[in-house]
Nanobody, 125 residues
Framework: QVQLVESGGGLVQAGGSLRLSCAAS????????MGWFRQAPGKEREFVAA????????HYTDSVKGRFTISRDNAKSTVYLKMNSLKPDDTSVYYC??????????????????WGRGTQVTVSS
């Protein structure tokens, strides 16, 4: 089992940047594929990005490609989401999640086994 805690959210102007972090504890971090999801008020939780166990593979939802970068540091048991060129539509609660298997397709939230509590990102216009 793994416990996840997100940090780094906040209020930023459109065009700005933030870096989210997700610290893991418990079972060996490198055993997990890590993902970021987000959920805006009144909307379903949606996939943002995922990274494989060693960080050698990553994929993104189309709306963030070229703006967001997912990375991980297995020595620190931490996964990051660097968000550039933020838009008001990026405003959401961002969640970190973990699963044991890698798929290259866009995953559903219920395909991930462990979740953090989320961190709020608000982008003002």
């Amino acid at each position: 089992q793994v416990q996840l805690v997100e940090s780094g959210g906040g209020l930023v102007q459109a065009g700005g940047s933030l870096r989210l972090s997700c610290a893991a504890s418990g079972r060996t971090f490198s055993s997990y594929v890590m993902g970021w999801f987000r959920q805006a008020p009144g909307k379903e939780r949606e996939f943002v990005a995922a990274i494989s166990w060693s960080g050698g593979s990553a994929h993104y939802t189309d709306s963030v490609k070229g703006r967001f970068t997912i990375s991980r540091d297995n020595a620190k048991s931490t996964v990051y989401l660097k968000m550039n060129s933020l838009k008001p539509d990026d405003t959401s609660v961002y969640y970190c999640a973990a699963r044991e298997t890698w798929v290259a397709s866009i995953p559903r939230p219920d395909e991930y086994d462990y979740w953090g509590r989320g961190t709020q990102v608000t982008v003002s216009s």
